[in-house]
């Protein structure tokens, strides 16, 4: 194995990506839609439109970005009918053994999600993967923004305390943002299909696209060595 296959690095998102939470997604945001008298959508409908920031996706759903108070209704209906729906998920298919094989190999891993960081850390714990992580980031502070200024923070913290090179480092996300930070902060990024984004929405990125999450290890793997 090359040096630099060695030193590689992936960014793991959590929420689609790892956690496989698409049917607490859409009961969530239907309720959260609910609150406000707005109808019911499927979940082809919110992978084909949704967005980050969080607000510009009810833009394209509402056809205007809601108001401050209509904001602050959605964001905590769909955070308590979010936190009901989610107990009943998983895991996406094989990534215990994808973290372990990713780990036992040599290379590093974190997790960096907008996912509130209180409720994100015992959720790892849960799962008994902690172990697999050099850190576990997610939200500190109001949700709706951007992953991008997390992501050069997370990686920068990594940079200084393990040496992590972030031109080594390989995002891998379910939502056009993550490439987006990735970018930002210096790194690449591999998307997947199977959470929050349509194919066609995540191929107008720029970034590698893939269905399954064994494919995006070994994309990673690609990228890291070539870095």
């Known amino acids: 194995m090359g ?36 109808a019911p959508i ?23 970005l809601p108001t401050a108070d209509e904001w602050l209704v959605m964001d905590e ?27 036992d ?13 209180e409720e994100l850390v015992p959720l790892v714990r849960r799962f008994g993967i902690t172990e697999r992580f050099l850190r576990v980031d997610g939200r500190i502070g109001p949700s709706g923004g951007s992953k991008a200024e997390h992501m050069v923070r997370h990686l920068g913290v990594l940079e200084g305390v393990a040496g992590v090179a972030p031109e080594r480092t390989v995002v891998i996300g379910d939502a056009a943002d993550d490439a987006v930070a990735a970018l930002g902060a210096g790194a690449r990024a591999v998307l997947y299909t199977g959470g ?6 995540l191929e107008g990125v720029g970034a590698p696209v893939v269905d399954t999450l064994a494919e995006a290890v070994r994309e990673a793997e690609r990228i890291a060595a070539a870095a």
């Not at 929050?196 to 929405?201: L, P, V």
């Open 3 to 38: 040096k630099q296959t060695a030193a590689a690095h992936i960014v793991w998102d959590w929420n689609g990506t790892l956690f496989h939470d698409n049917d607490a997604i859409i009961r969530a945001t239907n309720a959260a839609f609910a609150e406000l008298g707005l």
């Open 196 to 201: 929050s984004h349509s194919r066609a929405s």
């Open 42 to 64: 499927t979940m082809e409908k919110y992978r084909a439109l949704y967005c980050v920031p969080v607000p510009k996706f009810y833009e394209r759903l509402m056809g205007r």
């Open 77 to 103: 209906a769909f955070h308590r009918h979010y936190a009901q729906h989610a107990v009943a998920c998983g895991l996406a298919e094989g990534v215990e053994l994808l973290l372990a094989g990713w780990q």
């Open 105 to 117: 190999a040599g290379r590093s891993q974190s997790i960096l999600s907008m996912y509130e960081h």
